[in-house]
C-alpha cells in the first residue's frame, strides 16, 4: 500500500512538471491588492509565459510542414499567430527552404 501511494505521488509530481499541471483547489484566490507591484509583475511574466508556448507550438507547427501547400494550410487556419515577426521569418525561411 505504502509503494502505491509513493508511485502515485511521483506519477502526480511528474505530470505536474513535464505537462504544466496545476493543482485546482476549491477556495478562490484571494482578491489581489491594485497597488500590488508583485501582482502586476505576476499577471506579466504569466501572460508571457503562455505567449511563448503558443509561439513554441506554431513554430514547431511549420517545422514539420513538408510541402509549400502544407504551409500555405498552416498560415490559412493560424492568422492570429503571423502578428509575430519570428513567427513570420520563420515561415519565409520555410517556404524558401521547401521545394517548389
Known amino acids: 500500500m505504502i509503494l502505491n501511494v509513493a ?5 502526480e509530481g511528474l505530470i505536474a512538471t513535464q505537462l504544466g499541471a496545476s493543482v485546482i483547489t476549491a477556495e ?7 497597488g ?6 505576476d499577471a506579466a511574466s504569466a501572460s508571457s509565459s503562455v505567449d511563448q508556448n ?8 511549420i517545422e514539420k510542414v513538408t510541402s ?6 498552416v498560415w490559412a487556419s493560424n ?7 519570428a513567427v ?6 520555410k517556404g524558401k527552404a521547401l521545394p517548389a
Open 54 to 61: 503558443k509561439t513554441r507550438w506554431i513554430l514547431a507547427e
Open 88 to 93: 513570420m521569418v520563420a515561415y519565409k525561411a
Open 36 to 41: 500590488d507591484p508583485w501582482a502586476a509583475v
Open 79 to 85: 492568422q492570429p499567430f503571423f502578428a509575430d515577426p
Open 28 to 34: 478562490p484566490e484571494p482578491p489581489k491588492s491594485a
Open 7 to 11: 508511485s502515485a505521488a511521483r506519477s
Open 68 to 73: 509549400r501547400t502544407e504551409l500555405k494550410k
